[in-house]
């Protein structure tokens, strides 16, 4: 069993950055891929970034390629996502993800373990 807790959202004004973090309960950590999802109210819950057990692979949605950027310390049990130049579309709350195997999956049906989500909220 993994265990997820997300931190760093917030409030902020367009054009503005944050860093969000998830850290993970498990002495494996990098045997699971991670990712970040995030879901606006009224819609399905979209595939933000995704990062490989070792930390060599990722992959980005097409709508923040470029703009986030994520990482991971495995010593640390901690995946970052570095957001920046944020919109207000990029507003919704942001749920980290991990599953067990150590490849990246931009699907979420392929994640079997989630943090509770935080907000972000940018301004216009």
């Known amino acids: 069993q993994v265990q997820l807790v997300e931190s760093g959202g917030g409030l902020v004004q367009a054009g503005g950055s944050l860093r969000l973090s998830c850290v993970a309960s498990t002495r494996t950590f990098s045997n699971y891929a991670v990712g970040w999802f995030r879901q606006a109210p009224g819609k399905e819950r979209d595939f933000v970034a995704t990062?490989?057990?070792?930390?060599?692979?990722?992959s980005y949605g097409d709508s923040v390629k470029g703009r986030f950027t994520i990482s991971r310390d495995n010593a640390k049990n901690t995946v970052f996502l570095q957001m920046g130049s944020l919109e207000p579309e990029d507003t919704a709350v942001y749920y980290c993800?991990?599953?067990?195997?150590?490849?990246?999956?931009?699907?979420?049906?392929?994640?079997?373990?989630w943090g509770q989500g935080t907000q972000v909220t940018v301004s216009s």
């Open positions: 993800a991990a599953r067990g195997s150590t490849m990246i999956s931009t699907t979420t049906r392929e994640y079997g373990y």
């Open positions: 990062i490989s057990g070792p930390g060599g692979t990722t």
